[in-house]
């Protein structure tokens, strides 16, 4: 069995490097903050982390120059926090190595789910997800249902997927539009429209896995 994967959180923000590092926690991964790069060499080599969580925005050294530092000496991943969204930064941040990005203010939910997902592309986390007779295989693009293939379009299968990695968390139409679509500003009821179509294809002969959380969202747990 694979030992928790370890985190490494690097913000300035305290209100901000907390809040992830208790989220983080909660999901049982092995947890570090820094409030600069001051240590981030020291970090590196002694605590050893899988994945370390950046701010662009840092005293000192910026976040981009630390991520090529990190990439030069270390094989963690790299999740850049930022108000950046400009489409050159990102280019330049994947330039750095960074594997992934979450644009600030951002959901808990969203940065736990982005942060699994590049543990599961790394093998440092089980890449089957398993809830009650629900088993989804996002590297096969497969899953199944009591043991039953479930028959669903790509962009079904990314819903599923995104859900299935929140487990647990209560996620907005708003965190899915971004997850699943790439975009926030699409009409919430496609959503709804897709949501409805995937619960019809997993849901017809086992319990609801699915919840709607009214006013916030949605919840998929056993």
Avoid: C
Avoid at 39 to 49: H, R
């Amino acid at each position: 069995m694979l030992s928790p994967a370890r985190i490494l959180v690097v913000d300035d923000d305290e209100t901000i490097r907390s809040a992830v590092l208790a989220a983080l926690d909660a999901e049982g991964f092995t947890t570090r903050g820094l409030a600069d790069g001051g240590a981030l060499a020291d970090e590196l080599g002694s605590f050893v982390p899988d994945l370390v969580v950046l701010d662009w925005m840092l005293p000192g050294a910026p976040g981009i120059r630390l991520a090529a530092v990190i990439r030069t000496s270390s094989d963690a991943a790299v999740v850049m926090l930022t108000a950046r969204d400009e489409v050159d930064d990102r280019l330049r941040g994947f330039a750095e190595g960074v594997d992934d990005y979450i644009v600030k203010p951002f959901a808990v939910a969203e940065l736990i789910a982005r942060v699994t997902a590049v543990l599961r592309r790394r093998g440092r986390i089980p890449s089957v997800i398993e809830i009650g007779d629900l088993v989804v295989d996002p590297d096969a693009a497969r899953s199944t249902r009591g043991g039953r293939p479930l028959d669903l379009t790509a962009t079904e299968f990314r819903l599923l997927g995104f859900l299935a990695e929140s487990r647990g968390r209560t996620v907005s139409k708003t965190q899915i539009l971004t997850q699943v679509w790439g975009y926030d500003d699409y009409d919430p009821n496609l959503v709804e429209v897709h949501l409805s179509a995937l619960r019809r294809k997993m849901e017809g002969s086992g319990p609801r896995l699915i919840h709607t959380v009214r006013g916030l969202g949605y919840r998929m747990s056993a």
